[in-house]
């Protein structure tokens, strides 16, 4: 990772870059967008730089998924990122750091979750099945008691993503758990400042009703080429030498040609195996890249996914009932994917489970026979790297962003708390807080203020 | 970290899986009228302080003895079984397994008729299905019986019922109690218009408990003559309004519950509080009510809705303040479409109860808040032989459940 990554704090912008490579005005605009994000980071609240601040993490057992455990150890924080991890007669402490006990705790990384809803967003409407110009960025409250909830399950960088009920149903986005008050703070970006983001699909029953949807599997997968196949076409064409060729932008072909060009993923909802071994087949013809999530039947189909190298998300469910199409869902997916070799991660699909208890899906999946050391992986580098974040976060390596959780004890332990979360160096959660233990317990106040109930209000006739 | 999974518990999930899927492993049944030994590292016997070292003996669906193994006489003929952990069989306090069914297809849903906003002559047993694959899975997971029937999701719902897990279906209590939901919850669907709103809900609530107990007082009428015809849905009610079969509200906010508590009190009829996400904020009130609580799952989704203000703590603070209470698996639409008592007592285990505590909620005080103590609920000689194994603390997120024994009968014998 070069040293000069920039840092959120860094004026790189405080936008979003839509435009893609092929886009006339990309850079205008994003001139624009600099001068403008200038005067807003100036505004923002809660965000003083780090810089020179140094942090020295002692005494606990240090779990970095990157390396094996070290007992004793201590992490050395600097500027927000980690600079130092090793036991603590051989880590020597910085004398300007700031040196924080936590003896006979356990310090892992932060936890990523590659599959959240929360925060109150959305992605496409019911107009059409592919929609793959709506990002669900534009629609996130930052303020959702679900930000905090999730910082006090551990929780450091999330993909949040539309729904399933669409072939494309928008672009999700990945941010971290900073303790912000807008979307642009939240963003996790790339070199360049641009906000890091994916495509949400979907196949199976969710995604098929009435037209223009889907009635059929066939007919979804058709749809998908077709759009893919336009793609293409957009593709060859905003590269023409002659300018005066090529065509106008256009959102949804430009979203789905940064899937074709790799530098946006595809994360894809699945259940069924035929419909698993559905997506693998229009990544062969396209050549995007892929997640699997939820993959209720990967247990079945684990040879082709490990040979096709596809990564899989998986949720982690203690009860069945929610529709057909998963109902051979299993524990032991996790289990059966980590003997197959398949990379793993699991995620919250929060409100499905909630995310103060996403450890406690890694443990189910170490109940029905997953490794402790891969099924923390799932919940760390594992998740980071369907991400394209695996050489940031998801493991605690000098070098990587300070995010780190400590815990009370065994992370897969039912009466393990979330002590604190960290994200960049910065506490973001502290169970000690009376506020923030509201969050991690609940109660009055930890929902939405509860409104008067109006009956007949609205357009009368 | 290591690597404490056994690989047989991988080969069973892994390679055993489609078959445990459909049906649960080979019946391991055993004949009627055998004699078990069960012997447990721990006994949780939910009737004294837990026993080390401890065995239970079962004879005829019954259990005969239970104490330190050193002083109890085993059977020589007895078929034994060891576990690291034994405890009673787990009571699910509330939930519609068996009307609803693991597919959530309308085939397999039984749970609710949204037809009519008030249908208290609806009768669980004609719904329950003892082999559902719904049941099954509970069951794997230690549940031997089930407070269950007709769901949250109309003004009164129907009746429910206590049933054990197992196919043959042991019924402890036809009609247990009467299910009435209060709150967004309970508005009437589809194209009926009442009940509308919480107070709309609470004016039907109390207009139809006022006909039941004028047909209670006509029905008494020492003319034969001029008694009233027969009407189920009127019977029902009369029987509620005189203490026969309690109410179990669901209401989850506040407001809700105060409403409740204070229709039982103007007709003098029982209640139980069902699901009571903010019962923590009306400790008092319930406690003076004298009204036990069927609590919520713990980790019910509290995102948005009206549980919106639910605790993790909720269960330890009824505890605390000596509110009869036992935890339940619960309904909600969508996934999961019900949950695991085993699993959410664990969770209740980390926020504020002790084990024995919490086992209790799944345990004795569902059984005795159910009016079934004197079958189930405790380990104790004369007690039906309801037993869960575990190969550790039961609550542990990667403890197995090893076995379940239903009247003397091992049910489920493969780790899940």
Same mark, same amino acid.
């Given at each position: 990772?070069?040293?000069?990554?920039?840092?959120?704090?860094?004026?790189?912008?405080?936008?979003?870059?839509?435009?893609?490579?092929?886009?006339?005005?990309? %850079?205008?605009?994003?001139?624009?967008?600099?001068?403008?994000?200038?005067?807003?980071?100036?505004?923002?609240?809660?965000?003083?730089?780090?810089?020179?601040?140094?942090?020295?993490?002692?005494?606990?057992?240090?779990?970095?998924?990157?390396?094996?455990?070290?007992?004793?150890?201590?992490?050395?924080?600097?500027?927000?990122?980690?600079?130092?991890?090793?036991?603590?007669?051989?880590?020597?402490?910085?004398?300007?750091?700031?040196?924080?006990?936590?003896?006979?705790?356990?310090?892992?990384?932060?936890?990523?979750?590659?599959?959240?809803?929360?925060?109150?967003?959305?992605?496409?409407?019911?107009?059409?099945?592919?929609?793959?110009?709506?990002?669900?960025?534009?629609?996130?409250?930052?303020?959702?008691?679900?930000?905090?909830?999730?910082?006090?399950?551990?929780?450091?960088?999330?993909?949040?993503?539309?729904? %399933?009920?669409?072939?494309?149903?928008?672009?999700?986005?990945?941010?971290?758990?900073?303790?912000?008050?807008?979307?642009?703070?939240?963003?996790?970006?790339?070199?360049?400042?641009?906000?890091?983001?994916?495509?949400?699909?979907?196949?199976?029953?969710?995604?098929?009703?009435?037209?223009?949807?889907?009635?059929?599997?066939?007919?979804?997968a058709a749809i998908v080429r077709q759009k893919f196949t336009a793609a293409r076409e957009y593709q060859r064409k905003i590269a023409d030498p002659d300018i005066t060729k090529r065509p106008p932008r256009d959102l949804e072909l430009e979203s789905l040609v940064e899937c074709l060009e790799g530098r946006r993923i595809v994360h894809h909802h699945s259940h069924r195996a035929d419909d698993i071994l559905t997506v693998l087949r229009l990544r062969e013809?396209?050549?995007?890249?892929?997640?699997?999530?939820?993959?209720?039947?990967?247990?079945?189909?684990?040879?082709?996914?490990?040979?096709?190298?596809?990564?899989?998300?998986?949720?982690?469910?203690?009860?069945?009932?929610?529709?057909?199409?998963?109902?051979?869902?299993?524990?032991?997916?996790?289990?059966?994917?980590?003997?197959?070799?398949?990379?793993?991660?699991?995620?919250?699909?929060?409100?499905?489970?909630?995310?103060?208890?996403?450890?406690? %899906?890694?443990?189910?999946?170490?109940?029905?026979?997953?490794?402790?050391?891969?099924?923390?992986?799932?919940?760390?580098?594992?998740?980071?790297?369907?991400?394209?974040?695996?050489?940031?976060?998801?493991?605690?390596?000098?070098?990587?962003?300070?995010?780190?959780?400590?815990?009370?004890?065994?992370?897969?332990?039912?009466?393990?708390?979330?002590?604190?979360?960290?994200?960049?160096?910065?506490?973001?959660?502290?169970?000690?807080?009376?506020?923030?233990?509201?969050?991690?317990?609940?109660?009055?106040?930890?929902?939405?203020?509860?409104?008067?109930?109006?009956?007949?209000?609205?357009?009368?006739? | 970290?290591?690597?404490?999974?056994?690989?047989?518990?991988?080969?069973?999930?892994?390679?055993?899986?489609?078959?445990?899927?459909?049906?649960?492993?080979?019946?391991?049944?055993?004949?009627?009228?055998?004699?078990?030994?069960?012997?447990?590292?721990?006994?949780?016997?939910?009737?004294?302080?837990?026993?080390?070292?401890?065995?239970?003996?079962?004879?005829?669906?019954?259990?005969?003895?239970?104490?330190?193994?050193?002083?109890?006489?085993?059977?020589?003929?007895?078929?034994?079984?060891?576990?690291?952990?034994?405890?009673?069989?787990?009571?699910?306090?509330?939930?519609?397994?068996?009307?609803?069914?693991?597919?959530?297809?309308?085939?397999?849903?039984?749970?609710?008729?949204?037809?009519?906003?008030?249908?208290?002559?609806?009768?669980?047993?004609?719904?329950?299905?003892?082999?559902?694959?719904?049941?099954?899975?509970?069951?794997?997971?230690?549940?031997?019986?089930?407070?269950?029937?007709?769901?949250?999701?109309?003004?009164?719902?129907?009746?429910?019922?206590?049933?054990?897990?197992?196919?043959?279906?042991?019924?402890?209590?036809?009609?247990?109690?009467?299910?009435?939901?209060?709150?967004?919850?309970?508005?009437?669907?589809?194209?009926?218009k009442a009940p509308g709103t919480r107070a709309k809900s609470v004016a039907m609530l109390r207009t139809e408990l006022a006909k039941g107990a004028e047909y209670r007082r006509k029905q008494a009428d020492p003319d034969v003559e001029k008694r009233p015809a027969p009407d189920l849905r009127?019977?029902?009610?009369?029987?509620?309004?005189?203490?026969?079969?309690?109410?179990?509200?669901?209401?989850?906010?506040?407001?809700?519950?105060?409403?409740?508590?204070?229709?039982?009190?103007?007709?003098?009829?029982?209640?139980?509080?069902?699901?009571?996400?903010?019962?923590?904020?009306?400790?008092?009130?319930?406690?003076?009510?004298?009204?036990?609580?069927?609590?919520?799952?713990?980790?019910?989704?509290?995102?948005?809705?009206?549980?919106?203000?639910?605790?993790?703590?909720?269960?330890?603070?009824?505890?605390?303040?000596?509110?009869?209470?036992?935890?339940?698996?619960?309904?909600?639409?969508?996934?999961?479409?019900?949950?695991?008592?085993?699993?959410?007592?664990?969770?209740?285990?980390?926020?504020?109860?002790?084990?024995?505590?919490?086992?209790?909620?799944?345990?004795?005080?569902?059984?005795?808040?159910?009016?079934?103590?004197?079958?189930?609920?405790?380990?104790?000689?004369?007690?039906?032989?309801?037993?869960?194994?575990?190969?550790?603390?039961?609550?542990?997120?990667?403890?197995?459940?090893?076995?379940?024994?239903?009247?003397?009968?091992?049910?489920?014998?493969?780790?899940?």
């Amino acid at each position: 990772m070069p040293a000069t990554w920039p840092r959120l704090e860094a004026p790189s912008n405080g936008l979003i870059r839509s435009g893609s490579p092929g886009s006339r005005r990309g %850079s205008r605009w994003r001139s624009a967008a600099i001068a403008a994000a200038l005067a807003v980071l100036v505004l923002v609240r809660g965000q003083p730089s780090p810089a020179g601040e140094t942090l020295a993490f002692i005494g606990a057992t240090v779990l970095p998924v990157s390396s094996a455990e070290i007992v004793a150890g201590t992490v050395i924080v600097k500027d927000g990122r980690i600079v130092a991890v090793g036991p603590g007669p051989t880590t020597p402490v910085p004398d300007d750091a700031e040196r924080i006990d936590v003896t006979g705790k356990v310090i892992i990384p932060g936890l990523v979750d590659t599959h959240s809803h929360i925060g109150g967003g959305s992605g496409g409407d019911s107009s059409a099945p592919v929609q793959p110009d709506v990002r669900i960025l534009d629609s996130i409250n930052p303020r959702d008691p679900g930000f905090r909830k999730a910082r006090a399950g551990g929780l450091t960088t999330l993909n949040i993503m539309p729904g %399933s009920g669409l072939l494309v149903s928008g672009q999700t986005v990945y941010v971290k758990l900073r303790r912000v008050d807008t979307m642009e703070e939240l963003l996790q970006r790339d070199a360049a400042g641009n906000a890091l983001v994916g495509l949400k699909m979907a196949n199976g029953t969710n995604s098929q009703r009435d037209p223009p949807f889907p009635g059929t599997r066939g007919k979804s997968a058709a749809i998908v080429r077709q759009k893919f196949t336009a793609a293409r076409e957009y593709q060859r064409k905003i590269a023409d030498p002659d300018i005066t060729k090529r065509p106008p932008r256009d959102l949804e072909l430009e979203s789905l040609v940064e899937c074709l060009e790799g530098r946006r993923i595809v994360h894809h909802h699945s259940h069924r195996a035929d419909d698993i071994l559905t997506v693998l087949r229009l990544r062969e013809e396209f050549g995007f890249r892929v997640v699997l999530h939820h993959v209720s039947e990967a247990w079945k189909v684990s040879g082709e996914l490990a040979r096709a190298g596809v990564p899989c998300s998986v949720i982690v469910l203690d009860s069945p009932g929610g529709k057909i199409e998963a109902m051979d869902m299993s524990l032991a997916t996790g289990a059966v994917l980590e003997a197959a070799g398949v990379p793993c991660a699991l995620h919250t699909d929060d409100p499905v489970t909630d995310s103060r208890l996403f450890l406690r %899906s890694a443990a189910l999946a170490v109940r029905a026979g997953m490794s402790r050391e891969k099924a923390l992986e799932a919940l760390t580098l594992a998740g980071a790297r369907m991400l394209d974040l695996g050489d940031r976060v998801g493991s605690l390596e000098p070098g990587k962003d300070a995010d780190l959780v400590i815990l009370s004890g065994d992370p897969f332990a039912v009466r393990t708390k979330v002590l604190q979360t960290w994200v960049e160096g910065r506490k973001v959660f502290d169970r000690d807080d009376p506020e923030d233990r509201l969050f991690a317990v609940g109660g009055y106040g930890a929902g939405r203020d509860q409104q008067a109930e109006m009956c007949c209000a609205g357009p009368t006739k | 970290m290591s690597d404490k999974a056994p690989r047989s518990t991988i080969r069973f999930f892994a390679v055993g899986l489609a078959a445990a899927l459909f049906v649960f492993a080979a019946d391991p049944a055993t004949a009627a009228g055998e004699t078990l030994a069960i012997h447990g590292r721990i006994i949780h016997t939910m009737a004294g302080d837990p026993i080390t070292d401890g065995v239970v003996v079962v004879t005829d669906g019954r259990i005969v003895a239970v104490g330190a193994a050193a002083t109890v006489a085993v059977p020589a003929d007895a078929r034994v079984l060891r576990a690291a952990v034994v405890t009673p069989g787990l009571v699910d306090a509330h939930c519609v397994v068996g009307l609803a069914g693991y597919l959530n297809q309308d085939h397999d849903q039984d749970q609710l008729d949204a037809t009519e906003p008030v249908q208290p002559e609806l009768r669980a047993v004609d719904a329950y299905n003892s082999r559902e694959r719904l049941v099954e899975w509970v069951r794997g997971f230690g549940v031997t019986t089930l407070h269950t029937g007709h769901a949250p999701g109309a003004l009164v719902s129907g009746q429910t019922m206590v049933v054990k897990t197992a196919g043959t279906a042991t019924v402890l209590k036809a009609t247990a109690m009467v299910a009435v939901t209060l709150g967004d919850a309970g508005r009437a669907q589809g194209d009926k218009k009442a009940p509308g709103t919480r107070a709309k809900s609470v004016a039907m609530l109390r207009t139809e408990l006022a006909k039941g107990a004028e047909y209670r007082r006509k029905q008494a009428d020492p003319d034969v003559e001029k008694r009233p015809a027969p009407d189920l849905r009127l019977d029902v009610l009369a029987r509620i309004v005189a203490g026969e079969w309690p109410l179990l509200v669901t209401a989850n906010r506040a407001t809700d519950i105060e409403a409740a508590l204070r229709v039982a009190e103007e007709f003098g009829i029982r209640i139980v509080l069902d699901s009571a996400a903010e019962s923590h904020l009306l400790i008092d009130r319930i406690r003076a009510a004298g009204v036990p609580v069927i609590l919520h799952p713990t980790m019910k989704r509290s995102g948005a809705g009206e549980a919106e203000n639910a605790s993790f703590e909720t269960a330890a603070t009824l505890r605390k303040a000596g509110i009869p209470m036992a935890l339940q698996s619960g309904y909600e639409s969508y996934v999961p479409k019900t949950r695991v008592v085993l699993f959410e007592a664990g969770v209740a285990s980390a926020n504020g109860l002790s084990i024995q505590e919490a086992l209790a909620t799944v345990t004795i005080d569902a059984a005795r808040i159910l009016g079934v103590a004197d079958r189930i609920g405790s380990i104790e000689p004369g007690k039906d032989a309801d037993l869960a194994l575990f190969d550790g603390d039961p609550f542990e997120y990667t403890t197995h459940c090893t076995g379940v024994i239903i009247d003397g009968a091992v049910v489920a014998d493969q780790p899940r």
